[in-house]
């Protein structure tokens, strides 16, 4: 059964500085990968997914993530961070799409001034 | 366009007690699931349904129960609410189990 393993629980970031956040999953048999967003007393909403094609996705709010199959990795990545990308985020992962969605533990984003 | 929703918002009970929350989405998903999620847990799946009539057990289904008697409505029942159900539970719904979920504000609940 496919696994996700977020390697940080909390990344503390100075606003305008690049940001990576990690996450390794256990397989890579057609899987489907996913990063979500949950700001704080809120419900989760999909940042950006792969599915197939370029290992290089973009999503919203300046947000990239690359598939990387060798490395069993799909890292979040963002240049410039700002306050209101303070949240918590959570990888998840599906094997052949057909399979429940499994989730990584979250790793909470703390944007400083 | 609601999208999936929730009720309630929040919500207190005792110890024993038994409750539905509610989970409605009108995007003609088939499938839909329940969450709970608690602090560095991350979401832990308790139900889902493929579609109408069908529902399947998550990774931590004891002490709740769910029907799917429509496409659009997904309830999970606590059957004897316990403090250790205490949680944010949240609703999802998909085009097929393994897609992007989309997913409803969540119910806080308190088990005292």
């Known amino acids: 059964a496919q696994s996700v393993t977020q390697l940080d629980s909390q990344v503390p970031v100075f606003e305008e500085a690049p940001v990576e956040l990690r996450c390794n999953y256990s397989?890579?048999?057609?899987?489907?990968l996913f990063w979500y967003v949950q700001y704080p007393n809120q419900g989760l909403q999909l940042l950006l997914k792969y599915l197939s094609g370029s290992t290089l996705v973009k999503g919203i709010n300046g947000f990239e993530a690359e598939f990387n199959k060798s490395q069993t990795s799909f890292h979040l990545r963002k240049p410039s961070v700002h306050i209101s990308d303070t949240a918590e985020y959570f990888c998840a992962a599906s094997q052949g799409g057909s399979e429940k969605l499994v989730f990584g533990k979250g790793t909470k984003l703390t944007v400083n001034p | 366009n609601a999208g999936v929703t929730q009720t309630p918002k929040f919500q207190v009970l005792k110890t024993g007690q038994s409750m539905t929350l509610q989970c409605a989405q009108d995007m003609n998903h088939e499938y839909m699931s329940w969450y709970r999620q608690d602090p560095g847990m991350g979401l832990r799946l308790i139900h889902y349904s493929v579609g109408a009539g069908i529902t399947d057990q998550g990774e931590v289904p004891n002490g709740y129960n769910v029907s799917r008697s429509t496409t659009e409505d997904f309830p999970l029942r606590l059957l004897s609410a316990a403090p250790s159900q205490t949680s944010v539970y949240f609703c999802a719904s998909s085009y097929f189990s393994g897609g992007t979920q989309y997913f409803g504000p969540g119910t806080r609940l308190l088990v005292l």
């Open positions: 397989s890579s048999v057609s899987v489907y």
